[in-house]
């Protein structure tokens, strides 16, 4: 996977150096109004509305931990999510910034993985499953049936086809089922 990291940094770097506020795939991500709302809420430790550097910290180190991964980015959310610079993040810096994040993760999926199995730039069913086993692995084997509910969410316009942006979201639904499983069990 070290492959997969420099890659993810490359094109992490190149999204958010290219006007990403006005970038149509992030712009697709973030047309889903609700996608990002659990993970802040879920960062944002003391619910005053923004997340700091600290709950940032925190809440990754939760997550990774939970998972049992090692911590893999160099670049953090506050950097390239903070536009106003005063060191927080508010709802909209976060939701920006986790749609960068994801359309850099369905890029380097679809560069990695779509060797033989693009079609028009998005990845065919038999890749998109190949990711699919690979996203659920590492959020811990989620079930089968929200896999296969994701995967049809996943796909905005139903066309069994996966543009970057479609697997960005992919991910974060992923994530924020994960979200949720960990919000119940503190409860
Ligand atoms: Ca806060
Ligand atoms: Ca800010």
Same mark, same amino acid.
């Given at each position: 996977? @070290?492959? !997969? ?16 506020a ?7 991500i ?5 996608? !990002?709302? &659990? ?20 809440? &990754?180190?939760?997550?990774l ?59 065919? &069913? !038999? @890749? ?27 796909d ?7 543009? @970057? ?20 069990? @503190?409860?």
């Amino acid at each position: 996977m @070290a492959e !997969f990291g420099v890659e993810m940094e490359k094109n992490l770097i190149a999204i958010y150096r290219a006007k990403p506020a006005e970038n149509p795939e992030i712009l697709k991500i973030l047309a889903d109004e609700m996608l !990002f709302t &659990e993970s802040f809420v879920y960062c944002d430790d003391n619910h005053d509305g923004m997340v700091i550097m600290e709950e940032l910290i925190s809440c &990754e180190e939760h997550f990774l931990k939970a998972l049992n991964r090692p911590m893999a980015m160099k670049l953090n959310r506050m950097e390239i999510g903070d536009t106003d610079n005063d060191g927080k993040l508010q709802l909209a810096e976060w939701a920006l910034a986790g749609a960068m994040w994801d359309l850099a993760f369905g890029k380097t999926m679809v560069s990695t993985l779509g060797k033989g199995h693009l079609d028009d730039e998005k990845l065919n &069913e !038999f @890749a998109i499953y190949k990711i699919l086993g690979l996203v659920g692995h590492f959020f811990n084997d989620t079930d089968y049936s929200t896999a296969m509910d994701i995967l049809f969410t996943a796909d905005d316009d139903h066309d069994n086809k996966y543009s @970057a942006a479609e697997i960005g979201c992919l991910q974060q639904h992923f994530y924020n089922d994960f979200i949720r499983k960990q919000m119940w069990s @503190a409860h």
